[in-house]
């Protein structure tokens, strides 16, 4: 099983739309969790930490799910800027700051 | 704040020639600096992690003689891909952390490099 596994999607979607992403981690010892974004042929940059039970800013909304072991990002009122690949990001706290990137989830947002 | 350079940008070279690539924090100190090589389609993959003034953590599969890391300052690392072949052609991405958000990582733009 992937440590950190994700859709990669792409999910297409019209402006305005709501989406949401899954992800789901391997190791129950996690304690921290980032969705980042990252354009095509750039680096990835953070888009949001989720900490304990969810974060929100603005349009955007990610919640973790301990129990089953997966975390989630909403996206509402989808943006023609929203395109882009999501990674969802686990830190493995194997005794230092240890990342995990998923593959990526492509949203791409039409007019 | 918290701004990461890159240096090269791109860079093109011959078969095995070595690179140097730079990563730079501009405005915090970096207690810690990670280097990431990310495959066309394929997520970023870790390859080492470098503490100032100590010797880099390698990946399992990451060869340390190839891919010399040397993180001297609180401000700079570099990496030096050595004898560059093709299949070393890859994005290569360094983050850092520091002092004060030691959990969050802030990356550079990235270097391509593009091995002929």
């Known amino acids: 099983r992937k440590e950190v596994e994700q859709d990669p999607g792409p999910f297409n979607v019209p402006e305005g739309a709501t989406v949401a992403f899954n992800c789901t981690y391997s190791?129950?010892?996690?304690?921290?969790f980032f969705w980042y974004r990252q354009d095509c042929r750039k680096e990835p940059k953070l888009l949001m930490s989720?900490?304990?039970s969810g974060n929100e800013d603005g349009r955007f909304t990610a919640q973790l799910n301990r129990a089953s072991q997966y975390i989630s990002l909403l996206i509402r009122d989808s943006k023609l800027s929203d395109s882009a690949t999501y990674l969802c990001?686990?830190?493995?706290?194997?005794?230092?700051?240890?990342?995990?990137f998923g593959t990526g989830t492509r949203l791409l947002v039409s007019p | 704040g918290a701004v990461v350079s890159q240096h090269p940008s791109r860079v093109i070279c011959k078969s095995g020639t070595s690179v140097k690539i730079e990563c730079r924090s501009l405005?915090?100190?970096?207690?810690?600096m990670f280097w990431y090589r990310q495959f066309p389609k394929k997520s970023l993959m870790l390859m080492a992690t470098s503490n100032e003034g100590s010797k880099a953590t390698y990946e399992q599969g990451v060869e340390k003689d190839k891919f010399l890391i040397n993180h001297a300052s609180l401000t700079l690392s570099t990496l030096t891909v050595t004898s560059a072949h093709p299949e070393d052609s890859s994005f290569y991405i360094c983050s850092a952390s520091g002092l004060v958000r030691t959990d969050t990582q802030y990356f550079g733009p990235g270097t391509r490099l593009t091995v002929l």
């Open positions: 405005d915090f100190q970096a207690t810690t």
């Open positions: 989720v900490y304990s």
């Open positions: 990001v686990v830190n493995m706290n194997t005794g230092f700051q240890k990342l995990v």
């Open positions: 190791n129950s010892a996690s304690q921290s």
